[in-house]
Nanobody, 123 residues
Framework: QVQLVESGGGLVQAGGSLRLSCAAS????????MGWFRQAPGKEREFVSA????????EYADSVKGRFTTSRENAKNTVYLQMNTLKPEDTAVYYC????????????????WGQGTQVTVSS
């Protein structure tokens, strides 16, 4: 079992940067694949990124590739999403999620979710 709490969202101008953090409770954080998803009003929740248990494998949605970077510090039970060169279309609620499996890039593969943090990018 794991509880997740996101932080770091806010309002930023286009071209700016934000770093989201996700703090996890529990004793087995390093056993979870960790993902980031986002959802804008009226749209489906979409995959943003995933990072493997050791941090050695990472994958990104085409829309954020080259701009976003995910990382993790297992000793701190924390996963990050560094977002650079932000665009207005990045505006959404961002969710941290944990999957009790070796890999996952779809929402159905994740069992545990944070409450989300709002990211708003102005033009």
């Amino acid at each position: 079992q794991v509880q997740l709490v996101e932080s770091g969202g806010g309002l930023v101008q286009a071209g700016g940067s934000l770093r989201l953090s996700c703090a996890a409770s529990g004793r087995t954080f390093s056993r979870y694949t960790m993902g980031w998803f986002r959802q804008a009003p009226g749209k489906e929740r979409e995959f943003v990124s995933a990072i493997s248990r050791s941090g050695s494998r990472r994958e990104y949605a085409d829309s954020v590739k080259g701009r976003f970077t995910t990382s993790r510090e297992n000793a701190k039970n924390t996963v990050y999403l560094q977002m650079n060169t932000l665009k207005p279309e990045d505006t959404a609620v961002y969710y941290c999620a944990a999957a009790p499996r070796l890999w996952g890039t779809t929402a159905n593969e994740y069992d545990y979710w944070g409450q989300g943090t709002q990211v708003t990018v102005s033009s």
